[in-house]
C-alpha cells in the first residue's frame, strides 16, 4: 500500500529526489566515497556519511578536504563518480515510491529535482527503468546553489509551469526537506528510512 504517499486531490505536479527517494543509492555511495576518501586519507565514518548525504557533491567533498584546492577537490569528486557509474547496475529502485511516479505518469506533470550532478543522476535514473516517466529533470549543473537552497525546486515548477502551493515534493533527507519547502512547497512527503515505512 502506498496511501502515506497518495498526494491529496487538487495536486497539479510531483516533484522527486532521486537518490535515496527514487533510487537507493546511497549505500552505494557510501561505498564508493568510501574508497575515494580514504585514498585521501579521509576515513569516512557512516555518522559523517549520513549527516552529509543529502548535500550537493560540492559542499560533500569540501566538508571532508576543507584545506584541499578546488582542483584536488575537482580530481576527488571525478573519482568517485567515476567509481560510482562503474557500479550502477548494482542499483534497485524504491519501488514504494516509484510506483506512485508510474501511477501518476502521464497524469499530472512530474520532475525529478536532485542535489547530483546531471550524468550521475541521469544513469541513475537509466539503471533501473524510471528515466521516461519524468517530464524533466533538474540537478545540480542546472542551477548556482544546490539543496538546501531552494534553486532546484524553483526551476523544475518553472519548467513544468506549476505553482509551489499545490506541488507535492518526496524527500529523504531534512536538507532535500529544507530545499522544498525554501521554494514554498506545502507539502513535502519524507520518505526516508527514519520516517515509518508505509503499511
Excluded at 498526494?7 to 529526489?17: H, I, K, R, S, V
Excluded at 548535500?55 to 560533500?60: D, M
Excluded at 550502477?88 to 524504491?94: M, R
Excluded at 506541488?167 to 525554501?182: K, M, N, P, W
Amino acid at each position: 500500500m502506498t496511501d502515506g504517499l497518495q498526494p491529496p486531490e487538487g495536486t497539479t505536479a510531483l516533484l522527486f529526489d532521486c537518490d535515496g527517494t527514487l533510487v537507493d543509492t546511497l549505500g552505494l555511495y557510501r561505498e564508493c566515497w568510501r574508497e575515494v576518501f580514504g585514498q585521501r586519507g579521509f576515513e569516512m565514518s557512516d555518522a559523517w556519511f549520513t549527516a552529509w548525504a543529502g548535500h550537493s557533491l560540492e559542499p560533500f567533498i569540501e566538508a571532508a578536504f576543507p584545506a584541499a584546492t578546488t582542483e584536488v577537490r575537482e580530481q576527488i569528486g571525478a573519482a568517485g563518480l567515476a567509481l560510482f557509474s562503474e557500479s550502477t547496475h548494482l542499483l534497485e529502485p524504491l519501488e514504494h515510491v516509484v510506483r506512485i511516479a508510474r501511477q501518476f505518469a502521464g497524469v499530472l506533470p512530474m520532475a525529478v529535482v536532485s542535489g547530483g550532478p546531471r550524468a550521475a543522476v541521469d544513469e541513475t535514473l537509466a539503471a533501473v527503468g524510471i528515466r521516461g516517466l519524468f517530464d524533466t529533470v533538474v540537478t545540480v549543473d542546472d542551477v548556482a546553489r544546490g539543496k538546501p537552497e531552494p534553486d532546484a525546486y524553483l526551476l523544475a515548477m518553472e519548467r513544468l509551469g506549476v505553482s509551489a502551493d499545490t506541488c507535492v515534493a518526496y524527500e529523504d533527507t531534512a536538507i532535500g526537506i529544507a530545499s522544498a519547502a525554501a521554494a514554498g512547497i506545502r507539502l513535502v512527503i519524507d520518505v526516508g528510512p527514519h520516517a515509518p515505512s508505509p503499511a
